[in-house]
């Protein structure tokens, strides 16, 4: 038999090497970024066309390379930061594996220009998959300037697995302002498409990270500060109040490189124990200073996993130090256990609470609409069953009152009832426990209804269904809003904007990052509109990891928005018309996030509990 096993051509190896260190165009934008620093630059311009799926392009006034090192750049396992083994274990520069530049050059087209300042000409080269086309001196400025053209040209299959533009573009950005970050003291610009998203002069921390983040971020920070023996801790985090539903302004940097550790996650989390709303997740940038031979960096290609030789050290000074932080600017934990109103009275201009209900206002659909619905009058069949023989009980006092969803018939019309009024007059009076929960009387014990999980099902599908019939009403403002936002999210908002005024906003583009609220659906409460936007994008870029479509992507983050929260005191009537609202939806048993809207208690259990 024949020998099988040979080498690969070089070609072949560079496209293997390239799949684990290029994945798409940001992660050419993360080498090409840290090979500037590498070089000493002090001045970087990043420029991306299509999202970086026809050109990237890093320009840097950094050391330049001589000819030789130009062409030997491009080589696979070639590096000027490490000579021998025991270098892994002393890195302090971002890359050291030598496999970017020939990963790059074997899946696109590059152009090379480089020139070091005490030469007087530079050198050019260009190479298309792994071959150099050409090589020549040229004139051209110090510093070295890469132009990556035609991404995966040669690797059709590998161009296909790429998202749309808006999406490829804002993992560029993630990885841009990670580099940003991580060196405050460097000027560095974004264009994209010609238009410049980003000129970041070179600052300290703070003024960088406001600078990406928004203006509005100066107020929410904290200082962090702990020198060791074992490590140096700086940076900020964010005050408890502006927390978030998603984790994107969540940052660590070791010895200046950005690390994902979900062991440090925790630590930071639990420092913030007790003054966090639940689901909720807290601004932080971390550096941390520690010595090359504590730690392991050459674990992935990414160079985005770290090892610690004592990963528990680590842990608690980075809990006690973010604990300590909060605690100088007075953000800590009460201790009074009887006092669960506090909580929601600190974190009340956090989420969309609604009013408290008054006659001339509607907090949710109206049930009516959906009366004729074939599903209705199933799902109504259904649950009768389960409320059949319930004591009626007396509504008179409450004929009048407001109800979640309809306005309160004189004649006491309900949604659900039918000709003998076997379902919604049949039941007892429902109650609340601790503001949070609805206690419903079935047939065969009590139902226990979670409020808020109940009416964000409710009105997520009430949204759902409008986005499918087309646009919903608009509230017209009576004095516009301005709307700032970050770059990132402003590129989220311009590319969903069709969508969200469909949901009944009116929402007019106003320079590059900002925004004009012009009206907003009617069951938004005035003032709000600005607070609901930001947590619609918010959820939005949550679900958007989760690959969920978009219209039940706004649908999910508008009904999260604006439902009634947990701690808000509803009166019997407004009980009452939610449980009928859930049990007409579609599927009334989950929220959707996943919660369970209700349990029910069988009379046979509470019986053994009471008789073991």
């Known amino acids: 038999m024949a020998d099988i096993i040979q080498l690969l051509p070089d070609s072949i190896a560079n496209q293997i090497a390239a799949g684990e260190v290029i994945q798409r165009p940001a992660s050419v934008v993360k080498e090409l970024l840290e090979n500037a620093i590498d070089a000493g630059s002090t001045h970087i311009r990043l420029l991306v066309k299509e999202a970086g799926k026809t050109l990237i392009q890093v320009i840097d006034n950094g050391c330049g390379m001589t000819e030789t090192d130009a062409r030997m750049s491009l080589e696979r396992h070639a590096t ?55 090589q020549e001196s040229c004139q051209c400025s110090q510093g070295t300037s890469i132009s990556v053209k035609n991404l995966f040209f040669n690797v059709p299959a590998r161009r296909n697995f790429l998202k749309s533009n808006s999406r490829e573009l804002k993992h560029i950005l993630d990885e841009f302002q990670r580099v940003a970050i991580a060196n405050p003291d460097i000027f560095f610009s974004l264009h994209h498409n010609e238009n410049e998203m980003f000129h970041l002069p070179a600052g300290n921390l703070r003024q960088r990270i406001v600078s990406i983040f928004g203006a509005g971020h100066n107020k929410k920070l904290v200082p962090v500060g702990e020198d060791t023996d074992a490590l140096k801790l700086r940076g900020y985090v964010g005050k408890p109040e502006f927390a978030k539903k998603t984790r994107g302004e969540q940052l660590f940097f070791v010895n200046n490189r950005f690390i994902k550790s979900n062991y440090l996650n925790h630590a930071i989390m639990s420092a ?17 200073e520690i010595d090359p031979a504590r730690i392991d960096i050459n674990v992935h290609p990414t160079k985005q996993e770290i090892k610690f030789d004592d990963e528990r050290l680590v842990y608690n000074y980075l809990k006690v130090a973010v604990r300590h932080a909060l605690g100088q600017y007075s953000i800590t934990p009460t201790l009074d256990f009887d006092q669960e109103v506090s909580f929601s009275k600190q974190f009340q201009n956090q989420v969309p609470i609604p009013p408290q209900p008054q006659k001339s206002e509607k907090l949710v659909l109206q049930s009516k609409a959906n009366d004729d619905d074939p599903r209705h009058e199933s799902n109504k069949k259904n ?13 008179a006092d409450e004929e009048k009152s407001f109800t979640i969803g309809s306005n309160w018939s004189d004649d006491n019309e309900q949604t659900l009832d039918d000709e003998s009024g076997s379902f919604s007059k049949s039941q007892k009076k429902p109650s609340q426990i601790h503001n949070r929960y609805i206690v419903s009387h079935i047939k065969s ?39 700032e936002l970050p770059v990132v999210d402003a590129e989220i908002l311009k590319e969903i904007l069709p969508e969200v005024n469909n949901l009944g906003f009116d929402i007019r583009e106003f320079g590059a990052d900002s925004f004009v609220i012009h009206g907003s659906p009617a069951d938004v409460k005035a003032g709000k509109e600005q607070q609901i936007i930001e947590s619609i994008l918010e959820q939005h870029k949550q679900n958007i990891n989760l690959k969920v479509d978009l219209r039940e992507s706004l649908a999910k983050s508008l009904a999260l928005s604006t439902s009634i929260q947990r701690g808000q005191e509803l009166n019997a009537i407004e009980m009452q018309e939610l449980i009928d609202q859930l049990f007409a939806c579609e599927v009334p048993y989950k929220s959707p996030t996943g919660s369970s809207c209700f349990i029910t208690f069988e009379l046979d259990e509470l019986i053994k509990r009471f008789n073991p």
Not at 91 to 96: L, P, V
Not at 272 to 288: C, H, N, Q, R, S
Not at 449 to 454: H, K, M, R, T, V
């Open 272 to 288: 913030y124990e007790g003054v966090l709303a639940k689901d909720t997740f807290p601004l932080y940038v971390i550096f941390m």
């Open 383 to 395: 649950w009768e069953k389960m409320f059949e023989g319930i004591k009626d009980f007396d509504q």
């Open 80 to 134: 000027s930061k490490i000579r021998k083994a025991e270098d892994l274990f002393a890195i302090r520069t971002m890359g050291f594996r030598g496999e970017a530049m020939a990963s790059i050059a074997a899946i696109a087209q590059m152009e090379l220009k480089t020139r070091r300042m005490e030469d007087e000409l530079g050198t050019k080269i260009l190479v298309e998959a792994s071959k150099v086309k050409t």
């Open 445 to 483: 014990g009590f139902m226990l209804i979670d409020q808020q999980s109940a009416h964000e099902r409710i009105r997520y599908e009430h949204y759902y269904k409008a986005m499918g019939m087309g646009k919903m009403a608009t509230q017209q403002i009576m004095f516009p809003i301005n709307l």
